[in-house]
Every structure is written in C-alpha cells, then in structure tokens.
C-alpha cells in the first residue's frame, strides 16, 4: 500500500449544535494532533483538550480521540475533534489542521480509503452512504445489513460458485490430456445451471433492496380532467399541484413525497393521457407515458362516469406493473357502480387491479385509498432480510446474469468450451464489480492453487 497524505473534513452536519466534529485520517493524524494539542494522544483515550491557533491562542477546546491503524474506520490513523458545534469554529479548526498539513478530503474520501485498505468492499462502502441517507427504519435496517456484509457474502457465495464453473471449463480446455471430458458429460451444463438458478434469487433480492434504497414510486395517469391532480393534493395534504376544470392542466410532471400510515411513497403528477395538437401538452403527456414506463406502482383515475375510459388506459400501463384503479366523482350523478361500471372495470379487478371508488371532492372513501397505498408502502418496506443496493448493482447483476446464459448457449454449439469460458471470465468480471473483489489475478491464484498444475 503506497504511503497516503493526511486528510481532515468536518464529519457532523452544517449548522449549529451541541458537538461539533473534525475527522482526520492519514499517517501525520496522531502529529498534527500533538501539534495541535500540545498532548501526546493515547489510542482509545478521551482526552480532554484546548485546540490551539498557531499563536497558542484558545480556538475551541473539547475532546480528542485517537484511533491507531488499523483498528479505525478507515484502516488509517485516525484523530476525532469534537469541538462545538458551530460552524465557524469548525472552520477555524479546520484551517489550522491544513496549515498544519492536513489536506481538506473529497466527499467520500474517508470511505474510499476504507475501501482502499480492505476495512469495506464497495458494496459495504456504499451502504455507509445509504445508511446516513435512509428515509426509513426499513431502509436504515436493509443499509445496515449491507454494511455488515450481507449482500457482499451473497455476491461473494455467487462469485465463487462462478469461479468454481469456470475452472472446471478452463481445465477441459487446458489439460485435455486428463481425460476429464466435463464438457461432454453435461457436468459443466449443470454447474453453469445451478449457477445461473442461484444468480436468479441474488438479483431478485437486489431489486427488492433497490426499491426499497430508492422507495416505492407511484405514477399517477388517467385522462385529462380525471382527478389526478386533485389526488396528489388530497394525500399531500397541501395544493401542491394546480387543480382546475380546464382539461389539460397539467403539463409538467410533478413529485411529491408522501406518508401515508408511517411510510413514505414518492407520487408522481403527469398530464393527461390523449391525442392533442398542442405542443406542450403533447410534451407533458409524452413525460407522462415515460414515468409510466418506470413506476413500481400505477394509480389509473378514471372518471366514474365514464369507466370505460379505462380499458384504452390499462393497455398503455406496461406489463408486470401493478395497478390500482380509482373511479373518482362517485359523488356526480352519472357516477356507475363497480356491477354496473361494465365488464372492462370487472376485468381490471379480475386481473389483480384494486379497484376503489372514491370522491376526492367530498373525500368519500379517501380512507380507504390511503390504507390501500399505505399498504403498499408497507410491504415494500417490510421486506424482512433486505439488504439495500444500488441500480449500480443491479446493473452487474443483469449483466451477469447476461453472460451466464450466453455461456450455457455457448455450450452447445461449441464443444471445446472456449466460447462459453470467455462469456464466464466476462460474468465473473461484472459481478467483481459489485464488490471490487476478484481481479483476473485472483483468478490465476485459484486455478493454479485448486489444481496441482505440476503432476
Ligand atoms: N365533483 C367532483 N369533482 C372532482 C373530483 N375530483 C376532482 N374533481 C374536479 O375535477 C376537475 C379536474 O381535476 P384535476 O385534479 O385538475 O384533474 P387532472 O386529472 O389533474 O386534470 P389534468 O391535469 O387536466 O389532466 C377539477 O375541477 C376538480 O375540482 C370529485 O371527486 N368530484
Ligand atoms: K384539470
Ligand atoms: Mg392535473
């Protein structure tokens, strides 16, 4: 490990408080500090302490801790400074740590050389940054569980599975004077196989985790004057969006943020979904078809005077995104009940679609939509033994999941095994990239470890 410069950066929050940290990390932290100080740091010890200014000058006093390598977060020395919290003292000690030659660290650079001195993979180093950023108990316990290394052990389990597959095919190709043809007896296949089935449940487990990193978003889509925007301000709770009887209102998509029953969903305002020649609208209702495409939930509101508007409607929803169906103005005349609102509002029920009918004027049955939503919050958030990932992650893990088929489809057409040991080397390389664990002399270290190449 090359020999790093010392970084510092103020590790609490901007603002005023109680405590106020600086963190240094690197080999001159425990001088600096003594310099700083004028004490000798112990390691574990809270020491109580005068930060002092180059003149000898008092710029805060409070305490100092020292962390001796390895045992720190980083892996390095590190030295805490917890001063108080204000943030222009924290900055006067700050400039002071860099005239003493600290140098200021980019963002993430603490977790980055924990990473760089193998204290976390890249996966776990993430799970820090998703640890502070949770929006739920569920997502902190999903972070903390990728911290300790829960999604890593998994990749890692995959990874040598993989790597084990590979041998096996490197070996047929390599030494085909050990009369071990793997190829042919279907050996391979199957090791390529159960490879591919365990690659399956992984990625399965990290999009639930990506979902739940990322929260659950619903799209909101219907045609123009249905309620769409009368429902973000109803589970708002504000009049965030403009609601008006003009057909068209909205153009721009619309966020909002929502608790719903103690967990948080992300609603997505679009324009109304139909055929116009104005511009702008056919800007906002080609945005609209887009979140559509990429909601984890869609609410169709449909008119309840005209439930037959939502069969033209579920044919733009894209297939395998779960529905609900909101037949709002059931306080109008005209409004039709669910046994007369036609066969087509029966069949979005049939196919799994929740269908309410609601009033979001009177707030009839708004009630109920809200425990609807809040429960699917709530199972997106209960999600037991989740661990949080990254689209990143899920990323390396469709490629992998790529490669592993080519493999097996390689197989076929070419007995000699090249074809399929290319696409493994390029599956394992994808999934390395999650936690930055296998290099390609890794590789070479366990294939000429597992068999005895000299024999
Ligand atoms: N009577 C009645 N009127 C409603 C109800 N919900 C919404 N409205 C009215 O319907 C009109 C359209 O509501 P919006 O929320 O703007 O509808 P939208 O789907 O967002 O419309 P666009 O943005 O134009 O596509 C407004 O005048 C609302 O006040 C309801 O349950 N009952
Ligand atoms: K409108
Ligand atoms: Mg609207």
Do not use: W
């Amino acid at each position: 490990m090359t020999a790093r410069d010392t970084i510092a950066a103020i590790a609490t929050p901007a603002g005023r408080g109680g405590i106020g940290i600086v963190r240094l990390s690197g080999p001159a932290a425990p001088d600096i500090a003594r310099r700083l100080t004028g004490i000798q740091p112990r390691p574990r010890h809270a020491h109580y302490v005068r930060f002092r200014d180059a003149d000898g000058a008092t710029l805060d006093s409070g305490l100092l801790l020292y962390f001796p390598a390895p045992h720190s977060f980083t892996g390095e020395d590190v030295v805490e400074l917890q001063g108080h919290g204000n943030p222009v003292l924290l900055d006067l000690l700050l400039q002071r740590l860099h005239a003493l030659g600290a140098r200021p660290a980019r963002p993430g650079e603490f977790s980055e050389r924990a990473f760089l001195e193998g204290r976390l993979d890249l996966a776990q180093a993430e799970a820090v940054a998703d640890l502070i950023a949770a929006g739920s108990a569920a997502a902190a316990r999903a972070a903390q569980r990728s911290l300790e290394g829960e999604f890593s052990q998994r990749v890692g389990r995959l990874l040598q599975a993989l790597v084990e597959a590979r041998l096996h095919v490197e070996a047929a190709i390599d030494f085909p004077e050990e009369e071990i043809d793997f190829l042919a007896d279907g050996q391979i296949a199957a090791r390529i196989g159960a490879v591919i089935d365990a690659h399956a449940q992984l990625l399965e487990a990290a999009e639930r985790g990506q979902r739940l990193r990322d929260g659950l978003v619903v799209a909101i889509v219907g045609r123009p004057n249905a309620g769409k925007s009368s429902l973000l301000n109803a589970l708002a709770g504000s009049e965030r969006a403009i609601v008006t009887d003009i057909a068209g209102t909205t153009r721009d998509v619309l966020r909002e943020d929502v608790r719903v029953g103690g967990a948080t969903l992300t609603l997505v305002d679009t324009a109304g979904l139909r055929e116009t020649d104005d511009t702008v609208e056919a800007e906002g209702v080609r945005r609209a078809r887009a979140e559509l495409a990429r909601a984890d939930h869609v609410v169709v509101v449909v008119d309840a005077r005209h439930p037959e508007d939502l069969a033209a409607l579920r044919e733009e929803c894209p297939a395998g995104v779960p529905l609900t169906v909101l037949l709002n103005k059931i306080d109008l005349p005209g409004a039709r009940a669910p046994a007369a609102a036609g066969s087509r509002a029966a069949d979005a029920g049939a196919a799994g679609a929740t269908v309410l009918r609601v009033s979001l004027r009177t707030g009839e049955n708004i009630d109920a939509l809200r425990a609807h939503l809040a429960g699917l919050a709530g199972a997106a958030d209960s999600v037991e033994n989740t661990f949080s990932a990254r689209a990143r992650h899920v990323d390396a893990l469709r490629r992998t999941g790529g490669h592993l088929h080519l493999a097996l489809a390689r197989l076929d057409i070419d007995r000699a095994g090249e074809l399929a040991a290319e696409e493994l080397r390029l599956a394992q390389q994808a999934l390395s990239e999650i936690t930055g664990a296998y290099s390609p002399d890794d590789l070479l270290g366990a294939i000429f470890s597992s068999f005895c190449i000299g024999k």
